[in-house]
């Protein structure tokens, strides 16, 4: 069995360096029993390696299923201050509504609250900081695609995209992604050549 034979024939979404470089893979030295099947390994320092395959794997699925829904029917939910560079470049590139900060309950459920959003879609940056609107999405039966680290639970949540949902390198390669691909997949780009934005201009500063 040789891992780089193996390596060669997955199609990255991005150069392997640029995961690699952007740490997309470290996760945290908490594992739960949830993000367990996508550890690799455990660093000698206790940090979890989560497996880069499967990141790429679930970050194409995730853009599909988002190129299925309508940009205005999606909502991004995301708290922690260093994706928020990240989320505005993608709701800028594809039109989809977001929500950056804290998101107080009821936004989804309570069409008397003044910023009242309906949405069919939710992606959620983090399941922790973000955990109000999966709970909300619950109620409502809206699927939830959800950014986890290793140290995240899965429940309530559709599609698990691993990754490390902390650092502003991983989180700008994770949207740059994204954001290609729903292009792609909605007709709007015919190839990666046509996508005109760096990873950089998805970087916090």
Same mark, same amino acid.
């Given at each position: 069995f040789c891992l780089n034979r193996k $390596? @060669? &024939? /997955?199609?990255?979404? /991005?150069?392997? &360096?640029?995961?690699?470089? @952007?740490? #997309?893979? #470290? =996760?945290? %030295? !908490? +594992?739960?029993?949830? $993000? *367990? %099947? !996508?550890?690799?390994? /455990? +660093?000698? *320092?206790?940090?979890?390696?989560?497996n880069v395959e499967q990141i790429n794997e679930r970050l194409k699925l @995730? =853009?599909?299923?988002?190129?299925?829904? *309508?940009?205005?029917?999606i909502l991004i939910v995301c708290r922690r201050e260093n994706g928020w560079k990240a989320v505005k470049k993608f709701a800028e590139l594809t039109g989809v509504n977001l929500f950056i900060g804290r998101y107080p309950p009821g936004v989804l459920t309570n069409a008397n609250l003044e910023d009242f959003v309906e949405a069919k879609l939710i992606l959620a940056a983090d399941p922790i900081p973000d955990k109000n609107v999966i709970n909300d999405a619950a109620k409502l039966g809206i699927p939830v695609i959800a950014l986890c680290d290793s140290n995240n639970e899965c429940k309530n949540i559709d599609l698990v995209v691993p990754g490390n949902n902390k650092g502003k390198k991983s989180l700008a390669v994770i949207f740059f992604i994204l954001a290609k691909e729903f292009l792609k997949n909605k007709g709007i780009i015919k190839s990666d050549k046509d996508f005109k934005s760096s990873i950089e201009d998805f970087t916090a500063e």
């Open positions: $390596m @060669a &024939e /997955v199609q990255y979404l /991005v150069p392997l &360096e640029d995961y690699l470089k @952007a740490g #997309i893979h #470290i =996760g945290t %030295k !908490f +594992r739960t029993k949830h $993000m *367990d %099947k !996508f550890v690799y390994k /455990v +660093r000698p *320092d206790g940090l979890s390696v989560l @995730a =853009g599909k299923l988002l190129s299925d829904y *309508d940009p205005k029917d």
